[in-house]
């Protein structure tokens, strides 16, 4: 028979057993039907963290919440005027400051897309177009050689071997095809009809026969 002392006795549990034995019992299912899944957990846990930031910049920053408030909204309004101003980024050219794309096209058409750019009143589109078929079309007479990855500053100079008196010209067309490609600038109406005249000259010139480009067989192009 047990005395009295005896029965006032706490039961004494081992802690380390005891808390396994917890652990053992929470974590049946039964205790965690209702607990949120992973992405809802991931989701609470981004927007402490979001909340924890505001709340650290709402304590430094003069005028609590209403302070930082304001301060966004200058930072946006900021950053749209720039954008405003700037317009949208374009992607930078990566390839060299090669006249022609990679489809081959004859000079007549590039005069016809030239044509219809100025038509639209597109006028640096105009001007790349028609100094392709300045070039294209020395090409076709054989007073330049095709050659893939040509500037139009390479053209110009290379042209003006065979066609002296229209140096000034060509290099004064290779500098507003650069203007307009490389150079951010804008082309008018007036820059795109020197272009035309250029070409409508060229195509009656006809080249000393002294500086011509030599064809494959050593003869003289005319």
């Keep these: 028979m047990l005395?009295?002392?005896?029965?006032?006795?706490?039961?004494?549990t081992p802690r380390i057993p005891a808390r396994e034995a917890a652990e053992r019992e929470?974590?049946?299912?039964?205790?965690?039907?209702n607990d949120p899944n992973l992405l809802q957990r991931t989701l609470d846990r981004f927007w402490e963290w979001v909340g924890g930031i505001f709340d650290t910049a709402s304590t430094v920053t003069p005028g609590g919440v209403l302070g930082m408030v304001v301060i966004l909204l200058v930072v946006v309004a900021l950053v749209g005027a720039l954008w405003?101003?700037?317009?949208?980024?374009?992607p930078?050219?990566?390839?060299?400051?090669?006249l022609f794309g990679d489809r081959p096209r004859s000079a007549a058409e590039h005069r016809t897309a030239a044509e219809a750019h100025a038509a639209a009143s597109r006028w640096n589109e105009a001007?790349?177009?028609?100094?392709?078929?300045?070039?294209?079309?020395?090409?076709?007479?054989t007073l330049l050689?095709?050659?893939p990855g040509r500037t139009a500053d390479e053209a110009a100079a290379e042209a003006g071997r065979s066609l002296p008196a229209h140096t000034a010209e060509l290099r004064a067309a290779a500098r507003s095809f650069d203007d307009v490609t490389y150079?951010?600038?804008?082309?008018?109406?007036?820059?795109?009809?020197?272009l035309k005249d250029l070409d409508r000259v060229l195509e009656r010139t006809k080249p000393q026969l002294s500086s011509a480009v030599r064809g494959p067989a050593g003869g003289t192009a005319e």
């Design 92 to 98: 930078t050219p990566t390839t060299s400051d090669s």
């Design 127 to 141: 001007v790349q177009e028609r100094m392709r078929a300045v070039v294209r079309s020395l090409e076709e007479r």
């Design 183 to 194: 150079g951010g600038r804008t082309a008018d109406q007036r820059a795109y009809q020197r």
């Design 145 to 147: 050689e095709p050659r």
């Design 84 to 90: 405003w101003r700037l317009g949208t980024p374009r």
């Design 26 to 33: 929470l974590s049946k299912p039964m205790y965690h039907e």
């Design 3 to 12: 005395s009295r002392a005896d029965a006032d006795v706490p039961v004494d």
